[in-house]
């Protein structure tokens, strides 16, 4: 089964994605691991990949789908399904990655839509606290430290890393719900998007997504 995980960024897209892939033996195909992984492989593309990196410059939708199509062909030939996580993120990249699939008589079976309010993921993510000194990641409400703003393994005081901030975390938000929309409305015109709500807890969302795949 062909799948495309949809969702704002905090909704849990890449966890659910993974534990799906797991139990229904698909690839999971996050486009970061896609590229680390090209990048790490020393192929030609992976060259390709490694270059516009260091140079600062985001990775081609032409690239990208190069990537995805090289790995999916693989994926085809062994029988085997695959999970889009993190692409597309466009109407012009999905509509390229339309084309490519369709010359290459690859279908998207189910599109999958992680549906979390602006405010839970707000809530999420500007409750995150790490600590610079030992990586370690805490929530203000669901994972706090034993001391208030102090990392239980050094002592250390935890940050909010600027991603968290509450209005960068709104303004992500509003550019996914801007460029998000004409996506879920392009699938829709070919297939059933399936909504599942991502309020709920890890493995009842991941019950859901399940219970849309059968
Ligand atoms: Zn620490």
Known sequence: MNIVIMGPPGAGKGTQASVIAGKIDAKHLSSGDLLREAVASGSDLGKSVKKVMDSGALVSDDLMIDLIMDVVMKLVADSKGFLLDGFPRTLVQAEALNEKFADAGVQIDKVINLDVKSETIVQRLSGRRVCTKCKSVYHVDSLPPKVKGICDNDGEELIIRS????????????????????ILDFYSKSQE??????????????????????
């Open 193 to 214: 998007v399936f909504q599942v709500s991502g309020e709920l807890q890890m493995d009842e969302v991941t019950g859901k997504i399940l219970e849309a795949l059968s």
């Open 163 to 182: 991603d968290d901030q509450e209005a960068v975390i709104r303004q992500r938000l509003k550019i996914y719900d801007d460029s998000t929309f004409p």
